[in-house]
């Protein structure tokens, strides 16, 4: 169930991303009558910058937007409405023949795929166990890392399509194909059984559990049965304590202070990952590779298996790391190793590229730190934001939860990519050395305030926020 959702995951990270080849289509420019060089090149960069900014702003609405959806119609239904979305918004791009109406569409995809981006974990988690969540949700990271990938190769496979607007239409459409596919495919997935139960469907939801967490070593479905009482229990609890606490309305949440610790590891992990310059890297890579010399396809290619890396090492950190090692510690190896990466980027800039230098070696460092900070992006930071997030919120909150910590992702990513045009124009290499500082602070903060989830339940996590837990099933260690 979680791997087929991760379709929608694909298909977010496809299209978040597939700009960044589409700007190395020369027919792209030219169907919209943007300058690739001379007096019109500002212009351009205006245009370009807008169209990722409004991209992002939409991503950040459709965020905010499941808030209310994921609490009053269910997670599954959450994702069918934003699957339609992004259909509509696909469907629009494909055909968009001037650029108001392909600013319109981008912010309606954006809208879709930020209801996806946040829907996805949210149903993934709260359908896992808790021994191999991070797994489970790190299927979202390993999706978007295909999604990056599928997008290289389409881009550069049809930048030989130079005579038609094939060569920027048709990446475009191929969006439809995974939104279309999860639309499907989620008439035959159950709702989260955590949703069911808040809505007084019991029934339903231990149909669910024991659908999805029978052993056949255990017949009688203790752990099923342990983990359905689990539920139940803090249910029951957490009902009790909001009417103790007077709390009726959603905004009531945020005067309890163990909601707003929540909100801050919340906010504070993904304007971590925001604040790597990720986003900036995948949409504007084209550019930086022109900048490092690099003309024609072959900056394309390299995109397309620069994303390669990136699906890997989001499996990686699935597979391999966060169940094993930790969410805490790999995040905090993310963050140190690309901030390295970017300071390395920033001084290969100011002494090769703003000097105009034909140095091969110098300039082929540029391309290998590019990868080098993928490998640890992805690896530790990018599926890790997406565990951290549906992990930290308590059922009654984690809907609002998940959509502010991820839209606050997104206005900060609406703020770099829409900026990233000019600053590269203007401020060069101190780009790179802005996002280095911002690593610095980001990664105290992490060291600091964030607490360490791996092994427990969503419903002990409460205890690492001083909130009560009615039962305990699993006995993992609890660190700050």
Same mark, same amino acid.
């Given at each position: 169930v979680t791997l087929f959702v991760a379709i929608g995951s694909i298909g977010y990270g496809y299209a978040a991303s597939i700009i960044g080849q589409v700007l190395g289509q020369p027919q792209f420019f030219e169907s919209f009558n943007l300058a690739q060089e001379g007096p019109g090149l500002d212009y351009t960069n205006a245009i370009i910058g807008a169209m990722n900014g409004i991209f992002f702003a939409g991503t950040t609405l459709g965020c905010l937007f499941i808030a209310w959806t994921a609490t009053a119609f269910g997670r599954l239904r959450t994702i069918q409405i934003a699957s339609c979305v992004c259909i509509f918004g696909a469907a629009l791009m494909a055909g968009s023949i001037n650029i108001p109406m392909?600013? *319109?569409?981008?912010?309606?995809?954006? $809208?879709? @795929?930020?209801?996806?981006?946040?829907?996805?974990?949210?149903?993934?988690? !709260?359908?896992?166990?808790?021994?191999?969540?991070?797994?489970?949700?790190?299927?979202?990271?390993?999706?978007?890392?295909?999604?990056?990938?599928? %997008? /290289?190769?389409?881009?550069?496979?049809?930048?030989?399509?130079?005579?038609? %607007?094939?060569? $920027?239409?048709?990446?475009?459409?191929?969006?439809?194909?995974?939104?279309?596919?999860?639309?499907?495919?989620?008439?035959?997935?159950? !709702?989260?059984?955590?949703?069911?139960? %808040?809505?007084?469907?019991? !029934? !339903?939801?231990?149909?669910?559990?024991?659908?999805?967490? %029978?052993?056949?070593?255990?017949? +009688?479905?203790?752990?099923?049965?342990?983990?359905?009482?689990?539920?139940?229990?803090?249910?029951?609890?957490?009902?009790?304590?909001?009417?103790?606490?007077?709390?009726?309305? $959603? $905004?009531?949440?945020?005067?309890?202070?163990?909601?707003?610790?929540?909100?801050?590891?919340? @906010?504070?992990?993904?304007?971590?990952?925001?604040?790597?310059? +990720?986003?900036?890297? +995948?949409?504007?890579?084209?550019?930086?590779?022109?900048?490092?010399?690099?003309?024609?396809?072959?900056?394309?290619?390299?995109?397309?298996?620069?994303?390669?890396?990136?699906?890997?090492?989001?499996?990686?950190? *699935?597979?391999?790391?966060?169940?094993?090692? /930790?969410?805490?510690?790999?995040?905090?190896? /993310?963050?140190a190793s690309t901030a390295a990466c970017l300071a390395a980027e920033a001084a290969l800039t100011k002494y090769f590229v703003q000097t105009g230098s034909t140095n091969r070696v110098g300039l082929g460092f540029g391309v290998f730190f590019i990868f080098l900070y993928v490998v640890f992006f992805a690896s530790c930071m990018d599926a890790q934001q997406y565990v951290f997030v549906s992990e930290t919120f308590p059922m009654e909150f984690r809907s609002i939860g998940v959509a502010i910590s991820l839209a606050a992702q997104y206005c900060a990513a609406a703020l770099f990519v829409g900026v990233a045009p000019i600053s590269f124009a203007n401020i060069g290499y101190l780009f790179y050395v802005l996002f280095v500082c911002l690593d610095v602070c980001t990664f105290f903060f992490v060291w600091k305030f964030i607490p360490e989830m791996k092994g427990l339940s969503l419903e002990e996590i409460n205890e690492l926020f001083g909130d009560p837990v009615a039962v305990h099933i699993t006995h993992a260690d609890k660190q700050e």
């Open positions: 392909y600013l *319109a569409s981008r912010f309606i995809m954006g $809208w879709g @795929v930020g209801m996806m981006v946040c829907g996805i974990p949210l149903y993934q988690a !709260e359908l896992s166990p808790p021994k191999s969540r991070g797994f489970h949700v790190g299927l979202h990271g390993s999706g978007l890392g295909c999604g990056y990938s599928l %997008s /290289g190769f389409t881009g550069f496979g049809c930048f030989y399509a130079a005579k038609s %607007s094939f060569q $920027w239409r048709f990446p475009f459409a191929l969006q439809l194909v995974p939104m279309i596919i999860l639309l499907c495919g989620t008439f035959f997935l159950p !709702e989260s059984p955590r949703w069911l139960l %808040s809505n007084d469907r019991k !029934e !339903e939801a231990w149909k669910v559990i024991q659908r999805l967490h %029978s052993d056949p070593n255990d017949p +009688n479905d203790t752990f099923a049965k342990s983990e359905m009482y689990q539920m139940t229990e803090q249910f029951t609890l957490d009902n009790a304590r909001m009417r103790t606490l007077g709390i009726t309305k $959603w $905004w009531h949440f945020f005067q309890q202070p163990s909601y707003r610790k929540r909100l801050v590891v919340g @906010v504070g992990a993904t304007l971590t990952v925001a604040c790597s310059m +990720n986003l900036v890297m +995948n949409n504007y890579q084209v550019h930086i590779y022109n900048q490092l010399g690099l003309n024609g396809g072959i900056p394309i290619l390299l995109l397309a298996i620069w994303n390669v890396f990136g699906m890997l090492g989001n499996m990686n950190g *699935a597979i391999l790391l966060m169940d094993r090692f /930790g969410r805490k510690n790999v995040f905090m190896l /993310g963050i």
